[in-house]
DNA sequence: AACGAAGTCAACCGCTAATTT
DNA sequence: GAAATTAGCGGTTGACTTCGT
């Protein structure tokens, strides 16, 4: 059996379950991960006594169980580096919470749809003032190369960053400030416009 | 107090990319 | 190099909570 189809073959099974973890699941997993590591997760899945996919023990220990994970109270700061770096990224969601430490890609996707995605609608709604001509690119070409040349950038500079720190954290942010200096509708294709 | 609407968030799904055999 | 397996991502769902009437 291919390995994709696993999980659907899991879902079909009375015995595989699903839905919220209880402490005493979490309490196995975790466990296991200290014996086995966090990785091979259906290994994992099976050696935990659990009747969890692989999948579904990942994302458990990934999103609340490893160690250092933030939950909740989203800080003004936190707040205001995902609304930049989603300007810059898009819905990278990994991308963007790996720029958050303790935060996680699901928390962060997860605050944007219930929280800051309506937030910046009703402020695009507000006109924004006209940026000086000579900050505005030319051609859509020239954005388009400009946008995915920044984007790469920010991939191949993962490694990098150091978010640990507050003056870290503030000299990152002065980084994303330079790029999004030029974040105005000049970033958007003719498409993305319209 | 009761009920429906809206909001929140943990978990799942389908898919692709990366890695291993 | 091909096939199988594993890891990871983003979108979506659904259960639960909160809010407004």
Known sequence: MASKDINQYASATKAINRGAWTPEEDRRLAECIEVHGAKRWNTIAIKS???RCGKSCRL???NYL???IKRGNIS???EDLILRLHKLLGNRWSLIAGRLPGRTDNEIKNYWNSHLGKKRNQKEKIPQPV????TIPEKTSDVTHMKEQVVKDFENSELNFDFSTEESYGLNLDWADKFLQ???NSWLTEEEKS
Do not use: F, T
Request: no cysteine; glycine share 6%.
């Open 76 to 78: 003004d700061e936190e």
């Open 49 to 51: 006594g659990l009747n």
């Open 131 to 134: 940026i000086a001509q000579e």
């Open 182 to 184: 030029l974040d105005d």
């Open 66 to 68: 490893r160690p250092n």
């Open 60 to 62: 458990r220990w990934l």
